[in-house]
């Protein structure tokens, strides 16, 4: 089992910047893509950014790219997943979701079709 916890998310104005950070404890050995989504009120969840087991494979949603950043962090004491978000809009205000998955043979997942899931963090950008 992986237990996901973000941090990060708070009440930003239109242009600023914040850093969600994902730390995950457990079976962390197993596991490989990792990924952020969000899901704004009466909205389907969306996904946002990916990143493969060695970071060097990112996917983003057109929405974001250009303006977020996806990194990880595979120490032994971290295994934590990042997303930097600049140049923030009032249209990203969302709840943010960490997750990750145990398939060793994806590089890659860009649907919500992963194993674990974070409780979720709310940013919310003013106008």
């Known amino acids: 089992q992986v237990h996901l916890v973000e941090s990060g998310g708070g009440l930003v104005e239109t242009g600023g910047s914040l850093r969600l950070s994902c730390a995950a404890s457990?079976?962390?050995?197993?596991?490989?893509?990792m990924g952020w989504f969000r899901q704004a009120p009466g909205k389907e969840r969306e996904f946002v950014a990916a990143?493969?087991?060695?970071?060097?494979?990112?996917?983003?949603a057109d929405s974001v790219k250009g303006r977020f950043t996806i990194s990880r962090d595979n120490a032994k004491n971290k295994n934590t997943v990042y997303l930097q978000m600049d140049s923030l809009k009032p249209t990203d205000t969302a709840v943010y979701y960490c997750?990750?998955?145990?398939?060793?043979?994806?590089?890659?997942?860009?649907?919500?079709?992963?194993?674990?899931w974070g409780q979720g963090t709310q940013v919310t950008v003013s106008s």
């Open positions: 457990g079976r962390t050995f197993n596991i490989y893509p």
């Open positions: 990143i493969s087991w060695s970071g060097g494979s990112t996917a983003y």
């Open positions: 997750a990750a998955d145990e398939d060793w043979g994806t590089i890659i997942i860009t649907t919500p079709t992963y194993d674990y």
